[in-house]
């Protein structure tokens, strides 16, 4: 059955281990999976690659985008933008592949809101205590800064039950492998199943004639 | 954590395994299940055993847990009736273990009315000439009585898409596996974690002030 693959979106508080986690997730199950990359306008950092951490595209080539509905959702932070072509996670979904999206909650929240049938889940650490360690345990960031993050942190809880499912990440592999079922589960769901469905209805209807 | 358990509804043709599979899953993961068993006015049959099969009742003690609530669903087949004692359902749940429930769709349905978290699943054999030669392979029944299962199969299936999930029962153990999974994803549900999202949101609130 070559059934289309399931978009996810993940969210979660900074110091949850999100990244971490989707790519223990991707080296678990390469080719199971996709991971989308977001387009933006502000300019690449040492080391970024275009196409890897982000395709990086002028502020007019955005605009054209957002015109021309090749976005799923998009930002503008400071004086930069931020979004998710459409059409390479179009054509991962077609494909079969699960695609992985991770963004913050008000763009999760604009994708639900648009494809209903998105899985959402907010990943967080076991307790806020566990978050500020994390935080702190990076070692390269200021009180201020992590201070801020604490503060985010909590206006982003604010939106945790409007996601499906939650992950607490507190070990990796476990954490990786209950993201991995869940993700499949949704492949059972009734509506990723219709053409099943109604072909197996055809079928039963033989009997009653 | 002492989470309260999943309460799963399965329901399916005659002739999906059904059975099987509920009888695979819980001599797999015999800690984490509890199968509910239904009671009955009916009169044992050779071999039943009161608890096991069902809990044998008269009609008045029957209609007494009518009365007292005592049923999270029932029907009248013939004369007997048939229904699902909820203490027990209750204990099991309490005490965390996934109660599942074999029960016919409408029945389903009703239980799902009352008690929106529960998860219905739907098995099926991966098409309708493999549910009819299941039938046929059991080699006792009379081809009238065949023919019946598979219009019922028909009847059945325009509920199918009122189901949660659907479960092709192709390979026992795979079929088995996925319902595992199905049921364990929904313990992450945001709606199975309120309290552990309540106290996550109360320990953030305190770097805010």
Do not use: W
Request: aromatic content about 10%; glycine content about 8%.
């Amino acid at each position: 059955m070559n059934q289309r693959g399931i978009l996810t979106v993940i969210s979660g508080f900074s110091g949850a281990g999100k990244g971490t986690l989707i790519r223990e997730l991707l080296s678990r199950y390469p080719q199971r999976y996709a991971l989308s990359v977001s387009a933006t306008t502000r300019s690449p950092r040492p080391g970024e690659e275009n196409g890897r951490e982000y395709f990086f595209v002028t502020k007019e080539e955005f605009e054209k985008r957002i015109r021309d509905g090749g976005l799923i959702e998009y930002a503008q932070y400071v004086e930069n933008y931020y979004g998710t072509p459409k059409d390479y996670v179009d054509e991962q979904l077609e494909a079969g592949k699960d695609v992985i999206l991770e963004i913050e909650v008000q763009g999760a929240l604009k994708v639900k809101e648009k494809f209903p049938d998105t899985l959402l889940l907010f990943v967080t650490p076991p307790g806020a205590a566990e978050l500020e360690n994390r935080l702190r345990g990076r070692g390269t960031e200021s009180e201020e800064v992590i201070l801020n993050r604490l503060r985010q942190a909590s206006r982003e809880a604010s939106f945790m039950d409007r996601y499906d499912y939650i992950l607490v990440n507190d070990k990796l592999e476990v954490c990786a492998e209950e993201l991995h079922a869940l993700i499949s589960s949704q492949r059972l769901r009734m509506s990723a199943n219709a053409a099943f469905i109604t072909q197996m209805k055809k079928e039963l209807e033989r009997y009653c004639m």
